[in-house]
């Protein structure tokens, strides 16, 4: 069955730093592939997505490639701010399903 | 645009007491419904889905049980909760896909569910 696997958290950063959340995928068909954020206490926001092979989906200074090659879905951004601070989580539909494929979450911490 | 609404945010309840929480879709018709479940410091769980009135799946077999009453309607509910209910509870609405279309969903604010 189709899988998502993110990189184990709590990522903690400092402000202006870089960041790279990795995140690999199994899937049958021809995934599309999501990223989302949670902030303390709130629901899941789209963050961005891709649906192709070499899709960059973006939002917010946050970038995603979408790697065929190499599965993979790395969320990076240039420049973090304490705002960033969330949970990121990492999905994937594929075949016009029904359900997401969700990863287990990486929470980020951004330190002045 | 579509907006999705859930209610009540936070709720505490005895254990054995039962369990209704509503969530409901504006701007959109026959969107396909979702109930999650997240512990504390977990991932996501999703426990029933819905693509039309009356039509429920279900993923994880326990004591709670979902409705689909009206088009943009989705209702999550137990008889008698267990401490093990505990959690925030969110639900999540997507326009249905096509055999190559996939589309993302999306969710509400949650309700954080305490039982005692």
């Known amino acids: 069955g189709d899988s998502v696997t993110q990189m184990e958290g709590p990522v903690t950063l400092s402000e202006e730093a870089f960041l790279t959340i990795n995140c690999t995928y199994t899937a049958t068909g021809y995934p599309s592939l999501f990223w989302y954020v949670q902030y303390p206490g709130e629901g899941l926001q789209l963050l961005l997505k891709?649906?192709?092979?070499?899709d960059k989906g973006s939002n917010k200074g946050f970038e995603a490639t979408y790697r065929k090659e190499t599965t993979s879905f790395h969320l990076e951004k240039g420049s973090v701010q304490v705002s960033d601070s969330a949970v990121y989580f990492c999905a994937l539909v594929t075949g016009g399903g029904n359900k997401l494929t969700f990863g287990t979450g990486t929470q980020l911490k951004v330190e002045l | 645009s579509q907006t999705i609404h859930q209610w009540p945010a936070t709720l505490v309840q005895p254990v054995g007491s039962p369990l209704s929480l509503e969530c409901t879709v504006e701007g959109t018709s026959n969107p396909n419904l979702y109930w999650y479940r997240q512990a504390a410091g977990r991932g996501l769980q999703l426990l029933f889905y819905?693509?039309?009135?009356?039509?429920i799946s279900s993923e994880v077999p326990q004591n709670l049980s979902a409705s689909r009453p009206q088009d943009r309607q989705f209702i999550l509910s137990s008889k008698k909760l267990l401490l093990s209910d505990s959690g925030f509870y969110l639900c999540a609405w997507s326009v249905p896909g096509g055999e190559f279309v996939n589309q993302p969903q999306h969710f509400g604010d949650g309700t954080r569910l305490s039982i005692l």
């Open positions: 891709a649906t192709k092979a070499d």
């Open positions: 819905s693509v039309g009135i009356g039509q």
